[in-house]
Nanobody, 131 residues
């Protein structure tokens, strides 16, 4: 079992930065690739970023590349999402997720962008960006 708790969200102004954290417990954190997703009101959950078990490989939604950076600190059982130059359209609940079904394997990019490929989810943290 893996438990994930996101934090770091809040209300910010356009152009500001936030760093979201996702603390993991249970299971073996270092064995799992992780992802960030977000869901805006009335919209489907969408892929934000993914990171391999060791942090050496990352992948981002094309629209977010260059503004968002995902990282992890396995010693702290935590993954991060650094969000810079925030825009109002970034407003959403941000979720972290763990893919445990294949251990440390880094699947295809397409696989990692599908929410159905993840096995554990946090409760989310709200990010609101004012214009």
């Amino acid at each position: 079992q893996v438990q994930l708790v996101e934090s770091g969200g809040g209300l910010v102004q356009a152009g500001d930065s936030l760093r979201l954290s996702c603390a993991a417990s249970g299971g073996t954190f270092t064995n799992y690739p992780m992802g960030w997703f977000r869901q805006a009101p009335g919209k489907e959950r969408e892929f934000v970023a993914a990171i391999s078990w060791g942090g050496s490989s990352t992948y981002y939604a094309d629209s977010l590349k260059g503004r968002f950076t995902m990282s992890r600190d396995n010693a702290k059982n935590t993954v991060y999402l650094q969000m810079n130059s925030l825009k109002p359209e970034d407003t959403a609940v941000y979720y972290c997720a763990a893919r445990t079904r294949h251990g440390r394997a880094w699947p295809t990019i397409a696989t990692m962008t599908r929410s159905s490929e993840y096995d554990y989810w946090g409760q989310g943290t709200q990010v609101t960006v004012s214009s």
